[in-house]
């Protein structure tokens, strides 16, 4: 089974990394402009 956001991920250019345990990080995160926010755990 293909990932429905397969190819949104593979065109991303720009990856922002944030750690999970900081939610209050999120709402920056996703006005960053970054193509895909990846929390870490």
Known sequence: MIHPYSDRIAAAQTLL??????????AKAASSGADLGCPTI
């Open 17 to 26: 990394f944030v750690p999970g345990d900081r939610p209050d990080r999120f």
